[in-house]
């Protein structure tokens, strides 16, 4: 299977060639020469895109993204393309990701008709998710998709490495409902390191979606040897503490693969260690999915204490919020519920 | 060769509870059974290339896996 070509937006012509504005990369492209996500080209004069498709249609809850304070127990149709602007060494979804760098990563997506898309997602009350690959990639299907979704109530969400142009990310913003974007490490030689990219684009980016009024999670992979360090946790923390004390986080436990194959999973008490910090630091919703039990799913009113919000893994259990406040103590607990 | 599926959801054979006790990610379990379809090995591993090699030993031709996300 071969990528089907569409006209892609976010171009601007350039002395050299055309520039690819979708990305902190801003690639200037010669006829027939290929981005560095490998799914944006220059064909003719135009720029063109190939992520005007799916390799899944997967329904899922919506705690899988992970968005937890969002809808809880939403179910959510998830699109992916091939494709991303990171190549991290890490990646558990490298087959899908790495498209255009690894062999393992083949062309297996089926074009998506957006009206399609949005009357199944309607019909079924479902999200519409951009996960798994690079969402950012997908900004041209995004936004076709935004209309007759805005119209049918169905909310649009991404998954997102947060790598985004801020023009481009202005005209995304508005048409997204939620976003967890991942943060790796805030260091800039280490998240290059890992990436191969700069960290800036994504703070920035991070503070743009939460400037926009879009719902934001943020997620971070704990790497054992990476970011595992009290300091480097800490740094972390600071880092996501300042877009907002309401700003759930997600910890990621971390296995080896792809190119990281003697990496060390990443420990239950590392994890704990991270949550504790994270607290710590003054952050309200701190999140581990699995390695430390039901506690580690549980949203705490940040006031008093009370488990507000409980979950299973990848689903939502019960809550005992008031019109999104604290039965107990009355405070609002951040979200959309 | 075996071509991956990516799919929704997989059951888990390893639990949470496991982790701590396998810190450096060496355990892997398989669940054999048949089915109407043939032989299905269910396999679930901290290290997924090690659980893939096993499985194309097998002689899997499909093999299924989530995604991240």
């Known amino acids: ?337 | 060769m075996s071509e991956p599926r990516f799919v929704p959801s997989l059951p888990d054979l390893i639990e949470p509870h496991e982790y701590a006790s396998d810190p450096g990610g060496r355990r892997v379990r398989v669940r054999i059974r048949l089915t109407p379809e043939g032989v299905e090995v269910l396999g679930d591993a901290v290290r997924p290339a090690e659980l893939e090699k096993l499985l194309e030993t097998l002689g899997a031709q499909v093999i299924e896996q989530m995604l991240c996300g």
């Not at chain 1, 892609?8 to 560095?36: K, M, Y």
Request: aromatic letters at 8%; one cysteine or more.
């Open chain 1, 1 to 337: 299977m071969e990528p089907q070509w569409s006209p892609a937006a976010f171009s601007r012509p350039h002395a050299d060639g055309i520039e690819c504005t979708l990305c902190p990369f801003q690639c200037v492209l010669h006829d027939n020469e290929i981005g560095r996500c490998r799914v944006r080209r220059r064909y003719g004069t135009q720029l063109e895109s190939a992520t005007f498709a799916t390799s899944v249609r997967h329904v899922q809850p919506i705690e899988r993204k992970p968005l937890y304070h969002f809808r809880p127990g939403a179910r959510v149709l998830t699109l992916a393309a091939p494709g991303c602007t990171f190549a991290c060494t890490y990646c558990q979804n490298y087959r899908i990701s790495q498209f255009g760098r690894s062999a393992a990563a083949t062309w297996n997506a089926e074009p998506v008709v957006p009206d399609e898309v949005v009357e199944n997602a309607s019909r079924e009350r479902l999200c519409i998710a951009f996960s798994y690959s690079e969402p950012v990639l997908a900004a041209e299907l995004t936004l076709a998709l935004a209309p007759r979704a805005a119209a049918q109530g169905v909310p649009l969400l991404w998954k997102t490495n947060g790598f985004i142009t801020r023009s481009a990310l202005r005209e995304v913003a508005p048409v997204l409902a939620a976003v967890n974007v991942d943060l790796k490490v805030v260091d800039e030689h280490s998240h290059r390191r890992l990436t191969a990219a700069p960290v800036a684009p994504v703070l920035d980016a991070i503070a743009e979606f939460k400037r926009a009024g879009v719902w934001l999670e943020i997620s971070t992979p704990i790497l054992s040897g990476v970011n595992d360090t009290d300091s480097a946790l800490a740094e972390l923390a600071r880092a996501v503490r300042a877009f907002g004390a309401d700003v759930p986080w997600h910890l990621l436990r971390t296995h080896p693969d792809y190119r990281m194959g003697a990496l060390t999973p990443t420990h239950p008490d590392t994890l704990a260690r991270a949550r504790a910090i994270a607290h710590a630091e003054g952050i309200h919703y701190v999140y581990v999915e699995r390695a430390l039990g039901a506690e580690g799913r549980t949203t705490h009113c940040p006031s008093c204490g009370i488990a507000a919000v409980q979950r299973g893994i990848w689903s939502f259990e019960s809550h005992t919020l008031n019109h999104g406040a604290c039965t107990q103590c009355g405070t609002a607990i951040a979200g959309h519920w």
